[in-house]
């Protein structure tokens, strides 16, 4: 079945730095796939999202490409702030199996000055 | 603001009960969407709604049902309760009935069984 594999946590990283996370899926079909970011206390906003093989998803600093071949949407931040300490998640939908939503495990992001 | 509302925020019972969890959509939103969040299980997708309609099922206990009415409000509810039904519980809601359609996600109903 479906599945979204992501980069065990949790990450700590000094303000400044370079962010990858990783995320690899698994999907019968042609899948959309998606960023989501949790901050403390909060529901779940998306970040980025992306339909189709190559396309980019970007928002806020952040980028993930669509890869087909590798099946994955790696989260990338050329410089991260603390206001992005947050749990990322990466997510798939899949019309092929009834339009579920599958969400990987969730990755804790801590942001230090 | 992602302008879902869910109440109550949070809510604690006993084993063996029922509870009802409700949301209201962001207006004009048709979709909605429930999850359970929990430390062991990660996010899990439970059900959607679109319009009145059941669209999809997840991983939805037989215990737990949902509905959604007219005015596109949902409820999900949850009976003969057992202490692993403790999660965080999300209600998301998105334009129309496609998943890759974004979801906005309120901020969830913390249910404690004691």
């Known amino acids: 079945g479906d599945s979204v594999t992501q980069m065990e946590g949790p990450v700590t990283l000094s303000e400044e730095a370079f962010l990858t996370i990783n995320c690899t899926y698994t999907a019968t079909g042609y899948p959309s796939l998606f960023w989501y970011v949790q901050y403390p206390g909060e529901g779940l906003q998306l970040l980025l999202k992306a339909t189709k093989a190559d396309d980019k998803g970007s928002n806020k600093g952040f980028e993930a490409t669509y890869r087909k071949e590798t099946t994955s949407f790696h989260l990338e931040k050329g410089s991260v702030q603390v206001s992005d300490s947050a749990v990322y998640f990466c997510?798939?939908?899949?019309?092929?199996?009834?339009?579920?939503?599958?969400f990987g495990t969730g990755t804790s992001l801590t942001v230090i000055p | 603001d992602s302008g879902v509302t869910q109440t109550p925020k949070h809510l604690i019972t006993a084993t063996g009960q029922r509870v009802t969890l409700r949301c209201s959509p962001r207006?004009?939103?048709?979709?909605v969407y429930w999850y359970q969040q929990s430390l062991d299980q990660g996010l899990q997708f439970l059900i959607q709604y679109y319009n009145g309609e059941e669209r999809a099922k997840g991983n939805i206990l037989e215990r737990f049902s949902a509905q959604q009415f007219p005015d596109l409000h949902s409820e999900l509810n949850l009976s003969s309760l057992e202490l692993g039904d403790s999660a965080l519980y999300f209600c998301?809601?998105?334009?129309?009935?496609?998943?890759?359609?974004?979801?906005?996600f309120g901020d969830g109903t913390r249910l404690s069984i004691l």
């Open positions: 998301a809601s998105s334009s129309g009935g496609q998943t890759y359609q974004p979801q906005h």
């Open positions: 207006s004009g939103d048709l979709s």
């Open positions: 997510a798939l939908s899949d019309q092929n199996t009834g339009n579920q939503f599958y």
